[in-house]
C-alpha cells in the first residue's frame, strides 16, 4: 500500500477534495488502458504478482461519489439490441 499527502497533524489528505482526516480509502483500479491519459492524479502500485494499478486515496464521500458514479455508467448501458 502506499502513502498519500499527510498534513502537520498526520492526517491524510484526499486527492480529489483536498479534506484533511485520519479514516481515508484508496481507490484501486486496473485497466488495460492507459488511464494517465485522463490527467488525474493516479499513483501507481503493484501488486505481488505483477499486476499494475492506478490509485486513489479519497474520503468517504468522495468514495461514494465515485461509487455512484461507477453505478450510474453501468446502468446507462445502451442494449446491443435498442
Do not use: N
Not at 491524510?12 to 492524479?41: F, H, I, K, N, V
Not at 494499478?53 to 458514479?69: E, I, P
Amino acid at each position: 500500500m502506499r502513502e498519500g499527502a499527510v498534513t502537520d497533524d498526520g492526517k491524510e489528505l484526499c486527492q480529489r477534495c483536498g479534506a484533511s482526516g485520519y479514516d481515508r480509502r484508496t481507490l484501486w483500479m486496473a485497466c488495460l488502458y492507459e488511464m494517465d491519459e485522463l490527467g488525474l492524479p493516479f499513483v501507481h502500485a503493484q501488486a505481488g504478482d505483477g499486476r499494475r494499478f492506478y490509485t486513489l486515496l479519497v474520503c468517504k464521500q468522495c468514495r461514494g461519489s465515485w461509487m455512484g458514479a461507477i453505478k450510474q455508467w453501468f446502468r446507462s448501458q445502451t442494449r446491443p439490441d435498442e
